[in-house]
Nanobody, 126 residues
Framework: QVQLVESGGGLVKTGGSLSLSCAVSGRTSGSTTVAWFRQAPGKDREFVAA????????YYAESVKGRFFISRDNAKNAVYLQMDTLKPEDTATYYC???????????????????WGQGTQVTVSS
């Protein structure tokens, strides 16, 4: 079993920065993929960024490329999402997701992840 706990959300002005953390506990493998998704009110869940299979490849949504950066600290069993130059359209609940055997074509598909955190709210004011 895997548990994910997100933290670091909050209220920030347009152009500001936030750093989200995802604490990972439980059973992971050499093929673990960890991703960030987000969901705004009334909208579908959206892929944000991911480390595929322990970082063999890193992926970003086009909407956040160059502004958001995913990183990890294996010693702390944590994955981070640094969010810079935030925009009001980044307002959403951000979720950490994990899967231990995700194929490459599923990286951006939330339904294919087995484990999810509870989410952390990010609000960007204009």
């Amino acid at each position: 079993q895997v548990q994910l706990v997100e933290s670091g959300g909050g209220l920030v002005k347009t152009g500001g920065s936030l750093s989200l953390s995802c604490a990972v506990s439980g059973r992971t493998s050499g093929s673990t993929t960890v991703a960030w998704f987000r969901q705004a009110p009334g909208k579908d869940r959206e892929f944000v960024a991911a480390f595929w299979r322990n970082g063999i490849r890193t992926y970003y949504a086009e909407s956040v490329k160059g502004r958001f950066f995913i990183s990890r600290d294996n010693a702390k069993n944590a994955v981070y999402l640094q969010m810079d130059t935030l925009k009001p359209e980044d307002t959403a609940t951000y979720y950490c997701a994990l899967d231990n055997s995700l194929i490459l074509s599923s990286v951006r598909i939330g339904e294919d992840y087995d484990y999810w955190g509870q989410g952390t709210q990010v609000t960007v004011s204009s």
